[in-house]
């Protein structure tokens, strides 16, 4: 069973830094796209950051393009969501997930594990 374990996730100042990380077990990494996704309290969840298997293709949502990196390790099953120049728009718990898919997507119902997501909070 595919298990996912975030971590990296804290208190941080508006336009400081954060590197997120997710750990991936029980399965063949490189055969699954990775995502980060984000809910913030009484919002929906919403699309972060995407990286196909291969680390070839690459999504990002038009609020973090810029200011965060999405990338991968696969000879240590993790995926990695480097954030700078944070804002506390922000915050939200974040949350990586993996999908066995053809085309790299956005929606959330696409992907088919998810870990238990590491708070971030930015203050003003």
């Known amino acids: 069973q595919v298990q996912l374990v975030e971590s990296g996730g804290g208190l941080v100042q508006a336009g400081g830094s954060l590197r997120l990380s997710c750990t991936f077990s029980g399965g063949t990494f490189s055969s699954y796209a990775m995502g980060w996704f984000r809910q913030a309290p009484g919002k929906e969840r919403d699309f972060v950051a995407a990286?196909?298997?291969?680390?070839?293709?690459?999504y990002y949502a038009d609020s973090v393009k810029g200011r965060f990196t999405i990338s991968r390790d696969n000879a240590k099953n993790t995926v990695y969501l480097q954030m700078n120049s944070l804002k506390p728009e922000d915050t939200a718990v974040y949350y990586c997930?993996?999908?066995?898919?053809?085309?790299?997507?956005?929606?959330?119902?696409?992907?088919?594990?998810w870990g238990q997501g590491t708070q971030v909070t930015v203050s003003s």
């Open positions: 990286i196909s298997w291969s680390g070839s293709s690459i």
């Open positions: 997930a993996a999908g066995a898919m053809l085309r790299l997507a956005r929606k959330g119902d696409e992907y088919d594990y």
